[in-house]
């Protein structure tokens, strides 16, 4: 019994020697050895960051935008979120759009849900700075529908974000979403589609709830279009909010949504790759 507990014990200190072995092999992006605390660290950088990801669609689902800002964002004031058409670009805008807007929405009916799958993550070498992509797969709901009813869709989209270590915690940089579309639920998505671009076949006309300031209704002047007026949509609102709740700093055709006479699904965003310093990667935002 002694010599075979010798045996494993010998078995496991080899082990260890070739662990230790390929780790002095092994260099992160920076071109230094990946050491067991690196390696350590590097894998609960990444469980945080998708931690803060998460967090995001969780205090969105919720309508508290303002405490998401202020728990899970950057202090910087270089923050940007950016979705098809919209970019804004710093954390007045930001909070403009994302925090003082949301006051505007109407949380009668809401249900908000965006899934995150399929991450990729990348850290970089000197662990300062982050990017990330993910799918989501959803379903929105609330008022706004045609006659004043609810309304109820279907979501997909694609993620981009930055991440930065601000005091040790990983915090939301910038945030780009890429919308494919949003569909009402009896309708397939090559049928109606609001993030569908102006002309296209499957181009989604949104009808409104009831008129802002009605009973029921978004408080004036946001949320859905009065009954009857519905939009030419670009991914401008969802059941129940407008996307245009602030004055974007730019405007612009940042990615196409599906439309069945798309020739192919664009490869964007680009998975990230290993680097060293963020001086020698670019954001997911279009600068």
Not at 40 to 60: F, K, P, T, W
Not at 191 to 216: H, T, V
Not at 226 to 246: C, D, I, L, R, Y
Request: net charge negative; glycine share 12%; proline share 7%.
């Amino acid at each position: 019994m002694i010599r075979k507990m010798m045996g494993v014990a010998c078995l496991l200190a080899a082990f260890a020697l070739i662990a230790t072995a390929v780790q002095a092999q092994v260099k992160d992006a920076c071109g230094k050895p990946m050491t067991a605390e690196k390696i350590a660290q590097r894998s609960l950088d990444m469980l945080e960051i998708q931690n803060a990801a998460g967090a995001h669609e969780y205090y969105h689902s919720a309508f508290k935008h303002k405490e998401e800002i202020e728990d899970v964002w950057s202090k910087r004031d270089d923050i940007a979120w950016q979705n098809n058409n919209d970019f804004y670009k710093n954390r007045k805008s930001v909070w403009a759009f994302y925090a003082e807007g949301i006051k505007q929405a109407n949380p009668l009916g809401a249900l908000w849900y965006h899934m995150l799958t399929t991450p990729i993550i990348e850290v970089a070498g000197d662990g300062q700075t982050a990017k990330a992509i993910w799918m989501s797969f959803g379903n929105v709901s609330g008022a706004g529908g045609g006659g004043g009813g609810a309304m109820s869709q279907w979501t997909e989209e694609k993620y981009g974000m930055d991440f930065i270590k601000e005091d040790g915690v990983w915090k939301i940089w910038h945030l780009r979403t890429y919308v494919e579309f949003y569909s009402p639920f009896t309708k397939s998505w090559t049928e109606s589609n609001l993030a569908a671009p102006k002309g296209s076949a499957n181009e989604q006309q949104m009808g409104g709830g009831p008129p802002p300031g009605a009973q029921g209704g978004p408080p004036q002047g946001a949320g859905a279009p009065p009954q009857g007026q519905g939009t030419s949509a670009t991914v401008k609102q969802e059941p129940g909010a407008s996307f245009q709740m602030a004055k974007p700093d730019e405007n612009g055709n940042f990615y196409e949504g599906y439309h069945p006479e798309r020739t192919a699904p664009a490869f964007d965003p680009v998975p990230p790759k290993p680097y060293c310093t963020w001086k020698d990667t670019k954001g997911y935002v279009i600068n």
